[in-house]
């Protein structure tokens, strides 16, 4: 499935922007949403992952700056940022991933082409 990512943009330290992102069809049913970032010369990081219960979770490094949401009935997931810093300069990414009723991982479902957010000093 191709999630579509939007809400990027140029912005100064400090500000805060929200992403969007969303995907076709039915309902996703014990889907993980959430959201990657990778930066020029640098590894893809986990900025923050939803459960279809709401359980959100973040790296110790974002937690009270980044906040996730989902609208599981409309396939969407939300990703406010807060207080901006030229490091959280990336290209981030959406996706979705299946899981098993026991919780275990099964496939990734969904990936979204990813939205540039750039943070100016």
């Known amino acids: 499935v191709q999630l579509q990512a939007s809400g990027g943009g140029l912005v100064q330290a400090g500000a805060s922007l929200t992403l969007s992102c969303t995907a076709p069809g039915s309902p996703f049913s014990r889907v993980v949403m959430g959201w990657y970032r990778q930066a020029p010369g640098k590894e893809r990081e986990l900025v923050a992952r939803?459960?279809?219960?709401?359980?959100?979770n973040y790296p110790d490094s974002l937690k009270g700056r980044f906040t996730i949401s989902r609208d599981s009935a409309a396939n969407a997931v939300h990703l406010q940022m807060d207080s901006l810093k030229p490091e959280d300069t990336a290209v981030y990414h959406c996706f979705a991933d299946k899981y098993d009723r026991s919780g275990t991982y099964l496939e990734e479902i969904g990936w979204g082409k990813g939205t540039q957010v750039t943070v100016s000093s």
């Open positions: 939803i459960s279809a219960d709401g359980s959100a």
